[in-house]
């Protein structure tokens, strides 16, 4: 029988996951999550014999390392997808290639195109234009968020170190609060780091393919040093990532020509049906959920919650199996 400090620690999980979504604060709660299960997995390797004062320097250095790499990566590349040759030159390329398929399509299609290059950018300017006052908030918008991903990790780094003290004198709801913390943060290291092995999986697929057969072939696609880092980057997403990286490769390609475009097609399409045989032996495996669960949960928490609902719901989905598992309700 669950008992009331339980039955309250839930009822808080719940609350609190809610006004993450709704504050858009899943950034940081992702950055915090991160260094929470990195500091741990890596705390686990320092000798148990060590004094209590020693031990808390060490867990306290490797809380500030963790957040130094995983803020330097994260900054890196974000730099690199937004500068120079990063995302604004990728979305020119498909936005080219978009204008110049209107010359090849049959004319029932080509009349959905936009007629040139110039229009697709008129008509990007003229959304600027209608939305400047949203644009304008952007930059404030990027200095939060920069703000609640650095306080993220921080507290990230803090929960990691706290969470080694002895649970079994804390009070009853605070100990039940630690337990729906240890449940989700072994559920985030679970999705998060077996979607990172599909990602970086699928990524190498990719890069051999973009970067050696293709050349191989006297084929070179522009910017592939870009796509390939989008592919892991987007393939971190379950499920769709995938389909959202294969889609702008394919755009490229046919940018070079449609034979080109072609081949991409059938060999990403390969790669993709490669993912769903991954994802059912890493995350699968892991969380024993499969891509249709994955992808019903992601759907409804992206019309409940938007864009937020549909990152985190892989990783909410794991948590709750994984609570209802452990109360033997599943």
Known sequence: MIQKPEKASYLLAIFAGMLVLHYHLLPAVIAGLAVHVITIKLAQRVPGNWGSMAREVILGLIAVCVVVVLFGIGFGLWSFLIGHHGMADLLAAVTETLGNLKRTLPASLALSLPDTVEEIQSNLVDLMRENGRHLSQVGMEGVKIFAHVLLGMVI?????LHSFKGVETWPALSAALHARLKGLSESFYKVVFAQAKISTL???LTTIYLAVILPL?????????VLIIFTFVAGLLP???NLISNAVIVVISLGVSPAVGGSSLVF???IHKLEYFTNAK????EVHARAWELLCAMLLMEAIFGIGGMVAA???YAWLKAELKNLDLV
């Open 202 to 204: 699928n990524t190498i």
């Open 217 to 225: 072939c006297g084929v070179h696609l522009p910017m592939v040093t």
């Open 314 to 316: 892989p990783i909410v």
């Open 268 to 270: 990403l399409v390969l």
């Open 156 to 160: 990230g780094g803090m929960t990691a």
């Open 239 to 241: 499920v769709v990532g």
């Open 282 to 285: 890493i995350v699968g495996g």
